[in-house]
Nanobody
Framework: QVQVVESGGGLVQPGGSLSLSCVLSGSIIDGYAAAWYRQAAGKQRELVARVYSSKQTDYADSMKGRFTISRDNAKNTVYLQVDSLKPEDTAVYYC?????WGQGTQVTVSE
């Protein structure tokens, strides 16, 4: 059974940084792109960034600059580094690996 599990969310003060991790387990899947999405309360889910098996990355235009996605293929893990956090970054962050979605991890940016 394939599982995608995110971790690293929590409460962070504005201006702080956070590193999210996403681990794929249960199957050896080569070639899948992985991505991070986020969904704020009352808003649609939006793409943050995508990383391909080649490690090439794409970012949503509004996410360029403060977000860094990376992956470790040997560990089946994808990371999302977020810097200079703002209250509007508050959302549930989801990892998707190929067709498999995680349950999400809450990030709250507040004093």
């Amino acid at each position: 059974q394939v599982q995608v599990v995110e971790s690293g969310g929590g409460l962070v003060q504005p201006g702080g940084s956070l590193s999210l991790s996403c681990v794929l387990s249960g199957s050896i899947i080569d070639g899948y792109a992985a991505a991070w999405y986020r969904q704020a309360a009352g808003k649609q889910r939006e793409l943050v960034a995508r990383v391909y098996s080649s490690k090439q990355t794409d970012y949503a235009d509004s996410m360029k600059g403060r977000f860094t996605i990376s992956r470790d293929n040997a560990k089946n893990t994808v990371y999302l580094q977020v810097d200079s956090l703002k209250p509007e970054d508050t959302a549930v962050y989801y990892c998707v690996w190929g067709p498999y979605w995680g349950q999400g991890t809450q990030v709250t940016v507040s004093e």
